[in-house]
């Protein structure tokens, strides 16, 4: 990141003192990032990032009372929200693919190492969805695990009639972000320009009213279950 910028400022949210504890002695130690304020529980969460205005929120999943899911929805429902980036152990987690459908730019695991951590909160601060290959599997299995038949028509048919307002091109894009590819590997899949794989992004951004990649992958997984 610019060394000239402004800190990154970040709100760490968990209901345990010792994650918070630790999280903050990890982030703290970098000049370009800064722990603002910590929460508890997801009622305290919301009244410190209105107080503070964070540009990043690390977000636990399960607290006691308003959980991660439920304060992240409200959080993302802001004129001008934070980036929330969760906190999970995601083998019990299945909560997280509720924060990512609303908006939630990644997830990271509480026993991942530090600085792989401190990646994830600058990748995010940067706009951009934290999700490894294996993630992102891991993801998709469970978008597309067991569930009703009419659960499962309705989403189905909820997805594919907001992909239809797509161009030819935007679906074939869209179906290569769901595939985890990054740009350059589009462009080379559909044989076009690093510039015109932003064009198609940014029109399926508008289109489909989504915030981020993961969004429109978790889409057209949905479109084709």
């Not at 740009?183 to 320009?193: C, F, G, K, M, V």
């Amino acid at each position: 990141m610019d060394s000239e910028r402004d800190p990154v400022r970040i709100v760490i949210v968990d209901d345990e003192q010792l994650v918070r504890l630790a999280l903050r002695l990890v982030i703290d130690g970098e000049p370009d990032l800064i722990v603002v304020a910590e929460a508890a529980d997801g009622d305290a969460a919301i009244t410190v990032v209105d107080e503070q205005r964070p540009d990043v929120v690390l977000m636990d999943i399960r607290m006691p009372g308003r959980d991660g899911l439920s304060t992240t929805r409200e959080l993302l429902s802001r004129p001008t929200p934070p980036r929330v980036l969760m906190l999970t152990t995601f083998d019990s987690d299945d909560l997280v693919l509720g924060a990512l459908r609303a908006g939630a730019l990644g997830f990271v695991l509480k026993d991942t190492p530090p600085a792989r951590i401190l990646d994830a909160v600058r990748t995010v601060a940067d706009g951009n969805p934290v999700l490894s290959p294996a993630a992102t599997a891991r993801v998709i299995a469970a978008a597309t695990g067991p569930q009703s038949s009419e659960a499962r028509r309705s989403s189905r048919e909820a997805a594919r009639k907001r992909l239809a307002a797509l161009t030819e091109r935007e679906l074939d894009t869209a179906r290569a972000i769901a595939d985890g590819l990054g740009n350059p590997e589009i462009a080379e899949r559909l044989h076009i320009s690093i510039a015109t794989v932003k064009a198609h992004t940014g029109n399926l951004f508008a289109k489909l009213a989504v915030e981020n990649r993961v969004q429109i992958a978790l889409l057209v997984r949905d479109a084709e279950q």
